[in-house]
T-cell receptor, first 115, second 113 residues
Framework: NAGVMQNPRHLVRRRGQEARLRCSPM?????VYWYRQLPEEGLKFMVYLQKENIIDESGMPKERFSAEFPKEGPSILRIQQVVRGDSAAYFC?????????????FGPGTRLTVT | DQQVKQNSPSLSVQEGRISILNCDYT??????FLWYKKYPAEGPTFLISISSIKDKNEDGRFTVFLNKSAKHLSLHIVPSQPGDSAVYFC????????????FGTGTSLTVIP
């Protein structure tokens, strides 16, 4: 019974390149959330998705960031033209999400370093 | 705008004693609260939750207390064990706003053997 899986675990990109972070939710979970943790800060909500739908993207920067959760395959967080300030740990979480509030189960995170 | 605050960045406790981690929130619409535990290089793991209809929830050595009038919750760990050493995050959510969770900045707990 695999938990939430994220890959890669570590990603190094040069300024201006694109970063793609992948998240496979727990089996049976149809809700995915992305969080970012900057150094010395707590987790900040970025986006909440269900299959093929973005439900809430109020925490996403307006430019360069996008997220998707296709019908088949993992959820993808894409960061275009990365800058040094994008260096952070990006965590994905999933929940069954149906019928009220549920705890979210987190993946191990992807540590993005922009050089 | 930090809606969930953990004002103590770190806490040290002797093994066997009680650890008390505190969390304050500002949004009165929050009605579901959780505590997560995080080890280095791992994602947060769910520990315990409480809904606003309760003021206490207990699970083994872990108890969460909610004081709605003070907008304050706390996590008690008793007795504390060295394996409890980790960063603890509190999180809050409002059912009306879906499943978006707001996290505090975390408290690093060290349990001294």
């Amino acid at each position: 019974n695999a938990g939430v899986m994220q890959n890669p675990r570590h990603l190094v990109r040069r300024r201006g390149q694109e970063a793609r972070l992948r998240c496979s939710p727990m089996k049976g979970h149809s809700h995915v959330y992305w969080y970012r943790q900057l150094p010395e800060e707590g987790l900040k909500f970025m986006v909440y998705l269900q299959k093929e739908n973005i439900i809430d993207e109020s925490g996403m920067p307006k430019e360069r960031f996008s997220a998707e959760f296709p019908k088949e395959g993992p959820s993808i967080l894409r960061i275009q033209q990365v800058v040094r300030g994008d260096s952070a740990a990006y965590f994905c979480a999933s929940s069954p999400g149906v019928g009220g509030l549920h705890e979210q189960y987190f993946g191990p995170g992807t540590r993005l370093t922009v050089t | 705008d930090q809606q969930v605050k953990q004002n103590s960045p770190s806490l040290s406790v002797q093994e066997g004693r009680i650890s008390i981690l505190n969390c304050d929130y500002t949004n009165s619409m929050f009605d579901y609260f959780l505590w997560y535990k995080k080890y280095p290089a791992e994602g947060p793991t769910f520990l315990i939750s409480i809904s606003s209809i309760k003021d206490k929830n207990e699970d083994g050595r872990f108890t969460v207390f909610l004081n709605k009038s003070a907008k304050h919750l706390s996590l008690h760990i008793v007795p504390s064990q060295p394996g409890d050493s980790a960063v603890y995050f509190c999180a809050a959510s409002a059912l009306a706003s879906g499943n978006q969770f707001y996290f505090g900045t975390g408290t690093s707990l060290t349990v001294i053997p």
